[in-house]
């Protein structure tokens, strides 16, 4: 089955401890971009990856941190969460970077204290 | 900057009524995309529907339909027949003028199907 997974699915932590959030698809897509989701301001981009070690930041990108060593794999890490990191995270990915349907984990609810 | 702009935060509708969710955006790029996201419950984000801005027939799928109107840059969604399981929150999207793959999301129309 075609999909975009990611662990874990839910998370609460501290201020200050490193986290990774991990993403992994099995549809060989070479775009893959991690999303946040605040009430009242939709989802919005944190970084976007092109291909394996090419990555660049998206609108949101301050406190975050990604690699893209394999195609498959686009984790999110962040080195030390703060109360405003506080979101539902979303990883997807697509076949071209432009005029192309994205495809959505199942998100990851990140609670930081 | 593009932009996408949905101006109803909440609606209802009765069972097997119709609805109009409504969605501005602001681009200066002419070949674009643009999709309705749902998102019940479980979080999931699932593709209900995309238009291609070059087409200038709307989009049909099953109940779901879209008046895009190109130069008013407005894209609605139309549900017909609503049906409990369309209980969700709505997002209205376009793609990036680069080659990103970035998604700009509107604020999101959560929508209540009353049986």
């Known amino acids: 089955e075609a999909q975009v997974t990611q662990n874990p699915r839910y998370l609460i932590t501290v201020t200050g401890k490193k986290l990774t959030v991990t993403c992994s698809q099995n549809m060989n897509h070479e775009y893959m971009s991690w999303y946040r989701q605040d009430p009242g301001l939709g989802l919005r981009q944190i970084y976007y990856s092109m291909n394996v070690e090419v990555t660049d930041k998206g609108d949101v990108p301050e406190g975050y941190k990604v690699s893209r060593k394999e195609k498959r794999n686009f984790p999110l890490i962040l080195e030390s969460p703060s109360p405003n990191q506080t979101s539902l995270y979303f990883c997807a990915s697509s076949f071209a970077g432009r005029n192309n349907e994205q495809f959505f984990g199942p998100g990851t609810r990140l609670t930081v204290l | 900057a593009q932009t996408v702009t949905q101006s109803q935060p909440e609606m209802s509708v009765q069972e097997a009524e119709t609805v109009t969710l409504s969605c501005t955006y602001d681009?200066?790029?002419?070949?674009?995309?643009l999709f309705w996201y749902k998102q019940p419950p479980s979080r999931q984000m699932i593709l209900v529907i995309r238009q291609e801005a070059y087409k200038q027939q709307n989009a049909t799928e099953n109940r779901f339909s879209v008046n895009f109107q190109k130069a008013a840059k407005s894209f609605s969604l139309k549900i017909s027949d609503s049906q409990l399981g369309d209980t969700a929150m709505y997002f209205c999207a376009t793609d990036g003028s680069s080659n990103t793959g970035k998604l700009i999301f509107g604020q999101g129309t959560t929508l209540q199907v009353k049986p």
């Open positions: 681009t200066s790029e002419n070949n674009y995309y």
